[in-house]
C-alpha cells in the first residue's frame, strides 16, 4: 500500500475494485464503513454484489476481466471535462500527452458496452472520484489475476495521478495483500529476481555486496518464477524442489497439472504444519512449528512490520521453520548459526536498506513501517510525500485487451474465483477449526436466478462445471448478487476445486495466472452418466 | 488549555477534554463500568452505569465523569461520601437483575461487575425485585448471548455498530426490559451477524462469552502478544495459553492496524494450533509410503540429494518455494538456503496466487 489503513478513515471518496474487501481483508473493510460513517463516499467496482456494494454511493457491476476498460472510460470523462488536477500534473508528473493520446477515442460509451454497465454511471464513478479532494484506491487479486493484471495496475495508478492522489494522506493506490506475509516474502528477497529489499540479482554491484555479506559465490543468473518451476518440474527439468508452507497443490490452476508437475519432480521436500494435500506427494516431509510457537516478524500490507511472539512450545517434534533452515544450511556446509530471530534480523537489517532502522529493541515499542531507513527514523506512513519514488510519476496508458479466454459455444459462462469470509486460502488451517466448517461446509457455485431459471437448476442443485482443463462436481447457490451470465465459485475446497477450471494462462510481466476469467459449461449432475 | 481543580490538586487539560480526561491526568482512577476508549469515538457516549459519577462543586446533582466536559475553574471531587454512596446504590441496582453465579461464570476474575463490588464490598443487593429471564441464545458457533447478565452497557451495541459496523444488534424494549437484541429477536445465527466477536471482547460482563473447547479460569492463562497469522491487515493480538501449552482463546490488542478489532479468522480460527493432526515428526518416503523419521534421517537424506542433484544436473535443477505464511526471518533464511546452498536462484513464492 502506498498509505496506511488508518488513513482511510479521512479520505473523501473510496474506490473500491477488485477486492471483496469485507471477506479478504475484513478489518480493512470495517474501517472502510466506519470512513463512511465518518462522511466518505464509497465507489464499488466489482463482478458480484459484494458487501461493500450495499454501502457503496455508486456500484458498477462490471464483467470480470473488464477493469481496465472501466478506468480507462473514467479517465476519458475526467480529460474531457476537465477534472485533472493539472497543478499537480504539471509538477510530479510525466507524459500526460502520451495518456490523453490513448485515451481520446474511448468514451464511457465504448467501456459501458466492454464491462456491461451504463455509461452515464461511469461518468458519474469518474466525477466522484475527480472531484474528492482525497481519494484512496484500494484493490486486491480482483485486478491482478488477469493476464492483464499489471495494465490493470498501471491503469489505476494512471487514475491516481490523473487526479493527484498519489503522495497525500488519505489518498494512494492500495493493493491489499492476500497473505499475511506476501509483503514480507517479497521484501525478503522470496522472488527469483530480487535479493532482499528488491535489490536486483542481475545488478553486479548487488550481488558483489551480497557475496561479501554471505561469505559465498552466487549465482548471477536470475531464477525462475512459479509457474516456470511448476512448467519444468512437469517436464523433468526440475529435479529437486523444496516447498515450505504452501499448498500449490490447491492454490495453483490448472490442477491436474499441478499434481503432475510434483509427481514428475525427482526429490520434493515440504515443510509445513499439517500433511496437507501438497505434503502427500513428497519425499521428505518436516514438521514445522506453528506462529503460536516461535518468535519472528510479519510484515503487514501496510509495509508494517509487527512482532510475532511465542507462546508455547512447538507441537511434538517440530521445530519452528527458521530453525530448520539454518541447520539444513549448516549440513549443507554453510556454517553461519543464529541463537534467535533477533539475530537474523540483525543481519536483515544489514543488508536491506528498507529495513536498516528497525530492530528487535525499537519493535518492542511500537510497529515500524517501512522504508526505515535509520534507527532515529519513524517509519514512513505514506510513500511519494516528497516525490515519486522515481523521479516524476509516469503516465503509462494501456489499452483494454480481453481476457485469455472468450466463452464460446461450448463454455459459454464467465467464472471467476475468490474468498469467502470463514475460510483462508487452502484451509489447512481453517479446515481444522470446527465453527468455521460448521459455517462454510463445502464447495459452492454462484449463479444468477435468470441463469439457474434457464438451466433448471434450482438452489442447492448439484452440479457439474466444466472447463478446458477439468471438470468438478459442486453445489449451486442461487443469488442476485451476481449477474447473468457470470458464475462465481471460491477457491478453497479440495473436493470441488475452483482451480480444477481455472486457467493457467499468465501475465507475461507479473507471471500471475489469470484465476478470476475463464469460460465454463455448467450442467444438472447426472448421477448415472457422471458415475457410469 | 483549561485549568480544573480536582480533589484539591490542579490540572491543565485541553479545551473539550471531559472530566475523567482531567482525573486522568491527575493521576486520579474514577471506576468506570460502561466507558471504553475505543479509538477516542466511544468515549462519553455511554454514560449508561453511572459508576463514574463525581460532585462538581456548585452543582445539585452528581455528575458522570465519562461524558461531563470540564471547564475552566470547576471544582471536582471524585471520593465524598455521597459519590460513594451514589456509586453503591448504581452497583446494587445491577445486581438486583443479575445472577450470582460468580462461583462457576467463566467470566469470574475478568469481570468488572466482580470487580467493583469488590471494590466497594457489596455482598448482595437491597433491591430484592423483578429480574429479567431471557432465553440463553446459544446459536453462535463462537460465542453465547446470555442477556439476563447483560448490564446494559451499550458497549457491544456500539463496537458492533460503529467500529466493526455490522450493524446486527441494538437495544430493544424500554425501561426494565430494555435489552441487546437482534431484529426481530431472531437467533443471532440468523442475524447479519459476521461472527467477529467483537462485541464479546467488549463485553465487560458474563453477557457475551466465547464458546472454548477447554474450560478455563481466567487467572489460569497467560497471555502473549502477538501478530494474527491469516489475511495481510496484521491485526494484533493476545494468545491465552493454559497450562503453558495449549492456546484457548484469543483476544484482540490495540495494534497500529487494528485497533483493538479482529475478524472472525483471528478471534477464533485458533483451533487448528493445537490440532491432533498436526505434524509432529519428519516423514520420509519409503516404498512408497511416508514414514516416521529422525530429523538427521531426513536431514542426511536432503542434504545428500541436493548435493547429488548439483552434480549431476548442476544447480538450475534445484528450485525452492518460499512462503508468504511465515516470518520475515524465515523467508530470508529460505532464500539464503536456496542461494548459497542449492546455488541457484530459483526460488518464488505463492503470492501471486
Ligand atoms: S460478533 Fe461481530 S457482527 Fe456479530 S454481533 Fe458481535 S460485533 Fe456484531
Ligand atoms: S483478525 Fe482477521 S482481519 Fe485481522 S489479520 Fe487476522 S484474518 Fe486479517
Known amino acids: 500500500m502506498t498509505n496506511s489503513i488508518n488513513e482511510v478513515l479521512n479520505s473523501d471518496v473510496i474506490f473500491v475494485t477488485g477486492s471483496n474487501t469485507t471477506v479478504g481483508h475484513p478489518v480493512i473493510g470495517a474501517k472502510i464503513r466506519q470512513a463512511k460513517q465518518n462522511g466518505a463516499r464509497i465507489i464499488v467496482a466489482e463482478p458480484r454484489r459484494i458487501d461493500l456494494a450495499f454501502d457503496a454511493d455508486l456500484f458498477l457491476q462490471i464483467t470480470p476481466g473488464t477493469n481496465v476498460a472501466l478506468y480507462n472510460g473514467m479517465m476519458n470523462v475526467i480529460i474531457a471535462e476537465g477534472l485533472e488536477n493539472t497543478e499537480y500534473i504539471a509538477a510530479r508528473t510525466e507524459k500526460i500527452e502520451d495518456l490523453v493520446a490513448c485515451l481520446a477515442d474511448f468514451t464511457p460509451e465504448k467501456a459501458a458496452e466492454i464491462c456491461g454497465v451504463s455509461a452515464e454511471d461511469i461518468r458519474k464513478a469518474a466525477r466522484l472520484y475527480a472531484k474528492a479532494a482525497k481519494a484512496a484506491i484500494f484493490y486486491s487479486m480482483g485486478v491482478t489475476q488477469h493476464t492483464t493484471g499489471t495494465e490493470g495496475v498501471m491503469t489505476l495508478s494512471n487514475l491516481a495521478l490523473l487526479c493527484g492522489n498519489i503522495g497525500i494522506e488519505s489518498g494512494g493506490i492500495n493493493p491489499l495483500r492476500g497473505q499475511n506475509n506476501v509483503q514480507g516474502a517479497c521484501d525478503m528477497g522470496g522472488l527469483p529476481g530480487d535479493l532482499p529489499g528488491y535489490q536486483k540479482v542481475a545488478n553486479p554491484q548487488v550481488l558483489e555486496k551480497f557475496e561479501k555479506a554471505w561469505g559465498v559465490k552466487l549465482n548471477d543468473k536470475p531464477g525462475l518464477t512459479l509457474c516456470e518451476i511448476v512448467h519444468n518440474a512437469g517436464h523433468g527439468d526440475i529435479k529437486f524442489l523444496y516447498i515450505m508452507g504452501e499448498n500449490p497443490m490447491i492454490s495453483d490452476p490448472d490442477l491436474h497439472h499441478v499434481e503432475e508437475a510434483l509427481k514428475n519432480t525427482e526429490f520434493l521436500v515440504v515443510q509445513d504444519i499439517f500433511l496437507t494435500e501438497t505434503a502427500q506427494l513428497a519425499d521428505v516431509v518436516l514438521p514445522a512449528a506453528s506462529f503460536a510457537e516461535k518468535d519472528g516478524t510479519f510484515s503487514n500490507t501496510e509495509r508494517r512490520v509487527q512482532r510475532v511472539r511465542k507462546a508455547i512450545e512447538p507441537i511434538g517434534k517440530s521445530k519452528a521453520d527458521w530453525v530448520i533452515l539454518m541447520e539444513l544450511m549448516n549440513k549443507l556446509g554453510y556454517a553461519k548459526t543464529y541463537a534467535n530471530p533477533a539475530e537474523i534480523f540483525a543481519e536483515i537489517s544489514s543488508v536491506t536498506p528498507s529495513y536498516a532502522g528497525i530492530n528487535y529493541d525499537r519493535l518492542e515499542q511500537g510497529s515500524i513501517q517501512w522504508p526505515c531507513p535509520n534507527v532515529d527514523h519513524p517509519g514512513t506512513m505514506y510513500l511519494h510525500k516528497a516525490a515519486i519514488a522515481r523521479g516524476k510519476g509516469l503516465f503509462r496508458p494501456t489499452e483494454y485487451k480481453p481476457s485469455n479466454e472468450p466463452t464460446d459455444a461450448e463454455y459459454p459462462f464467465i467464472l471467476t474465483t475468490g474468498r469467502v469470509l470463514y475460510h483462508y486460502h487452502t484451509r489447512s488451517m481453517t479446515g481444522k477449526v470446527e465453527g468455521l466448517n460448521n459455517l462454510s461446509p463445502e464447495s459452492f457455485i454462484e449463479i444468477n436466478p435468470l441463469t439457474a431459471d434457464k438451466l433448471g437448476l434450482k438452489d442447492g442443485a448439484k452440479v457439474s462445471v466444466s472447463s478446458r482443463r477439468g471438470e468438478i462436481v459442486t453445489s449451486a447457490r442461487v443469488s442476485r448478487n451476481i449477474k447473468e451470465g457470470v458464475l462465481f465459485m471460491p477457491f478453497h475446497f479440495a473436493e470441488g476445486a475452483a482451480n480444477v477450471l481455472t486457467n493457467p494462462a499468465l501475465d507475461p510481466i507479473s507471471k500471475i495466472p489469470e484465476y478470476k476469467v475463464c469460460a465454463v459449461n455448467i450442467e444438472a449432475f447426472d448421477e448415472v452418466s457422471d458415475y457410469a | ?353
Open chain 2, 1 to 353: 488549555m483549561i485549568t480544573v481543580k480536582i480533589d484539591g490538586r490542579a490540572v491543565e487539560i485541553p479545551k473539550g477534554s471531559a472530566v475523567i480526561d482531567a482525573a486522568k491526568k491527575a493521576g486520579i482512577t474514577i471506576p468506570t463500568l460502561c466507558y471504553f476508549d475505543l479509538q477516542g469515538k466511544i468515549t462519553g457516549l455511554n454514560s449508561s452505569c453511572r459508576v463514574c459519577l463525581v460532585e462538581v462543586a456548585g452543582r445539585k446533582n452528581l455528575a458522570p465523569a465519562c461524558s461531563t466536559p470540564a471547564m475552566d475553574g470547576m471544582d471536582i471531587l471524585t471520593s465524598t461520601d455521597r459519590v460513594i454512596a451514589a456509586r453503591k446504590i448504581m452497583l446494587e441496582l445491577m445486581l438486583s437483575d443479575h445472577a450470582q453465579d460468580c462461583l462457576t461464570c467463566e467470566k469470574a476474575g475478568n469481570c468488572k461487575l466482580q470487580d467493583l463490588c469488590f471494590e466497594y464490598g457489596i455482598k448482595e443487593s437491597r433491591y430484592a425485585g423483578m429480574m429479567n429471564s431471557l432465553p440463553l441464545d446459544e446459536s453462535n458457533e463462537f460465542y453465547t448471548r446470555n442477556m439476563n447478565k447483560c448490564v446494559n452497557c451499550r458497549r457491544c451495541v456500539n463496537t458492533c455498530s460503529a467500529f466493526q459496523c455490522t450493524e446486527a444488534i441494538d437495544f430493544a424494549g424500554r425501561g426494565f426490559s430494555a435489552r441487546v437484541a437482534t431484529p426481530f429477536e431472531e437467533d443471532v445465527r440468523d442475524s447479519v451477524c459476521v461472527s467477529c466477536g467483537n462485541c464479546v471482547s467488549v463485553c465487560p460482563v458474563g453477557a457475551l462469552q466465547s464458546k472454548s473447547k477447554e474450560k478455563f479460569r481466567t487467572w489460569d492463562v497467560t497471555k502473549t502478544k502477538t501478530t494474527c497469522s491469516y489475511c495481510g491487515v496484521g491485526c494484533e493480538m493476545n494468545l491465552l495459553v493454559k497450562n503453558g501449552n495449549k492456546v484457548v482463546g484469543v483476544e484482540p490488542s490495540n495494534g497500529d492496524a487494528n485497533n483493538n478489532l479482529l475478524c472472525v479468522k483471528g478471534k477464533y480460527g485458533y483451533n487448528f494450533i493445537n490440532h491432533p493432526d498436526r505434524l509432529k515428526t519428519p516423514l520420509i518416503r519409503k516404498d512408497g509410503k511416508l514414514v516416521e523419521a529422525s530429523w538427521d534421517e531426513a536431514y542426511n537424506l536432503i542434504a545428500e540429494k541436493v548435493t547429488k542433484t548439483k552434480a549431476e544436473f548442476g544447480p538450475e535443477a534445484l528450485a525452492g518455494l518460499t512462503s508468504a505464511r511465515v516470518t520475515n526471518e524465515e523467508n530470508y533464511l529460505f532464500q539464503k538456503l536456496v542461494r548459497t546452498g542449492f546455488g541457484t536462484n530459483n526460488v518464488d513464492h505463492c503470492a501471486r496466487l
